[in-house]
């Protein structure tokens, strides 16, 4: 078995390094508790147009460290998929996969760590922990047969009912990962959680839920400003696919009516009537 006990792969786009809120909190967890950053190894994957200089000694305590800058812009996708490569390739068991802009608890790590020293069992595919915006919980969610439900903030353990989880700051076993083929191509970017998520409980796993809580930004919510028209144009596309393929949600007549409440939303309450649009094309999908 390794010394290592966690794959870390934070993943950047056109995000500098001093710039990344997560990658800010790793810094200074690794200064001060170097004894667990030993455990790590550290992968910064970035799929920014262009190749950043770096001075990786902010990690020097960390078991392993690299940066990979990505010629084309595989998304979320790529870098996991490497980092899963490198993972099973030295016999690393866990997976901790983050984004650029979750802000790290400083006790992220030292639970996360102790629950993996811990006698999990082995059909523990995910630990994940509780991620707010706003002070609300968005991330784990209850999946219900028309519509997620939030969890309770006062709950954390192993949940008895069917969870879905945001991709930041999920730690996954490597070994559940590869039951079920690993991470799947046909979701390069948005949906990768959900369908993983699904995919991983359809094969018997079991989510933990960590007493954590963490700041994280979701662009959904700020739809105008920080998503353009083709990236929520795959958004669309993605949740088809995640539909159709696992019959969730109601299917595809309640999709169809759920976009068409969404579409007329957004024609009151955005300015770019587009967005409108291109969710009304997509019902018809």
Request: hydrophobic share 45%; net charge neutral.
């Amino acid at each position: 078995m390794s010394e290592i006990l966690i794959q870390c792969v934070v993943v950047l786009y056109e995000c500098t390094v001093e710039d990344s809120r997560t990658l800010q909190a790793l810094a200074k967890f690794c200064r001060q508790q170097n004894d667990l950053a030993r455990r790590i190894d550290l992968l910064l994957y970035d799929n920014s147009s262009h190749p950043q200089t770096i001075n990786l000694n902010q990690w020097i305590d960390c078991g392993s460290v690299e940066y990979c800058h990505a010629k084309e812009n595989g998304g979320l996708l790529a870098a996991y998929t490497e980092a899963l490569r490198r993972a099973r390739e030295n016999g690393i068991d866990w997976l901790l996969l983050l984004d650029q802009d979750t802000t790290l608890a400083p006790t992220m790590f030292p639970v996360l760590f102790s629950e993996l020293r811990s006698s999990l069992t082995p059909n523990i595919c995910a630990l994940v922990p509780k991620l707010m915006q706003n002070g609300l919980i968005i991330s784990p969610q209850i999946v219900g047969r028309f519509l997620n439900h939030d969890c309770s903030a006062a709950f954390s353990g192993i949940s008895s009912k069917t969870i879905t989880a945001f991709n930041s700051a999920a730690c996954l076993r490597v070994q559940a990962l590869d039951a079920i083929g690993g991470f799947p191509r046909d979701y390069w970017l948005d949906f990768l959680d959900y369908i993983m998520f699904h995919r991983l409980q359809a094969a018997g796993g079991q989510v933990l839920i960590l007493d954590i809580t963490m700041e994280h930004h979701l662009s959904l919510r700020n739809l105008e400003t920080e998503m353009s028209l083709v990236r929520y144009a795959n958004v669309l596309a993605s949740e088809w696919r995640f539909i159709r393929e696992t019959g969730s949600r109601g299917g595809p007549l309640i999709h169809r009516l759920r976009l068409f409440k969404r579409a007329f939303g957004y024609s009151f309450n955005l300015k770019n009537k587009a967005y409108a649009l291109i969710t009304l094309r997509a019902i018809l999908e």
